[in-house]
Nanobody
Framework: QVQLVESGGGLVQAGGSLRLSCAASGRTISNYVMAWFRQAPGKEREFVACIIWTGGPTYNADSVKGRFTISRDNAKNTVDLQMNSLKPEDTAVYFC???????????????????WGRGTQVTVSS
């Protein structure tokens, strides 16, 4: 199994930027679809972005398109989320997630993740 640990969260003003990082251990992430999710207080966890493989396709939620960028470094076993132009509604706990690559897992990129980190808090003040 792979263990995921997020870092980089914090408090930032609206319009600012943060970079989240997810460090994986136990197994290489090269065979995993990697993603970021978030959960705001009182709301369900939602998909933010995923990356299929290094240099491969990425998918973003409509709410973060043009502002967030997901990337991965298989050599370092990390996945990052660069967040720019942050808004108060981006406030949430952000989770790193992974699942095995397969044709169905690529098509169903919003669901079916097997591995999860504990999350990192992002707070955007207005």
């Amino acid at each position: 199994q792979v263990q995921l640990v997020e870092s980089g969260g914090g408090l930032v003003q609206a319009g600012g930027s943060l970079r989240l990082s997810c460090a994986a251990s136990g197994r290489t992430i090269s065979n995993y679809v990697m993603a970021w999710f978030r959960q705001a207080p009182g709301k369900e966890r939602e998909f933010v972005a995923c990356i299929i493989w290094t240099g491969g396709p990425t998918y973003n939620a409509d709410s973060v398109k043009g502002r967030f960028t997901i990337s991965r470094d298989n050599a370092k076993n990390t996945v990052d989320l660069q967040m720019n132009s942050l808004k108060p509604e981006d406030t949430a706990v952000y989770f790193c997630a992974g699942k095995d690559i397969s044709p169905s897992s690529i098509v169903q990129y919003r669901t079916g993740y097997s591995y999860w980190g504990r999350g990192t808090q992002v707070t955007v003040s207005s």
